[in-house]
């Protein structure tokens, strides 16, 4: 059974980075596979950084150049290093398949960047 749990979140002001974790329990061929994701308040969510082995890291547009996609085989994880946070990189932050699939969504984590 594949479960995802983040970690990392918390408060940090405009400027601040954070580096987000994914730990991936089950099949390890997911790691191959990884996105994170964001939902801010009143927003839906959306897909923040995508990972496919052999391919580019793909990043939505307002997180260019701030935020970097990793994975580590050896420890099953996922990150996010993010940099130069902004207010609006506040939301609750998931990682999940990339594309995602509903049943792997977890609590996620939270991210706030005070102004």
């Known amino acids: 059974q594949v479960e995802l749990v983040e970690s990392g979140g918390g408060l940090v002001q405009a400027g601040g980075s954070l580096r987000l974790s994914c730990a991936v329990t089950?099949?390890?061929?997911?790691?191959?596979?990884m996105g994170w994701y964001r939902q801010a308040p009143g927003k839906q969510r959306e897909m923040v950084a995508g990972?496919?082995?052999?391919?580019?890291?793909k990043y939505v547009d307002s997180v260019k150049g701030r935020f970097t996609i990793s994975s580590d085989n050896i420890k099953k994880t996922v990150s996010l290093q993010m940099v130069s946070l902004q207010p609006e990189d506040t939301g609750v932050y998931y990682c999940?398949?990339?594309?995602?699939?509903?049943?792997?969504w977890g609590q996620g984590t939270q991210v706030t960047v005070s102004s």
């Open positions: 990972l496919r082995r052999g391919g580019a890291p």
């Open positions: 089950g099949t390890i061929d997911l790691l191959d596979v």
């Open positions: 999940n398949t990339y594309p995602p699939l509903e049943q792997l």
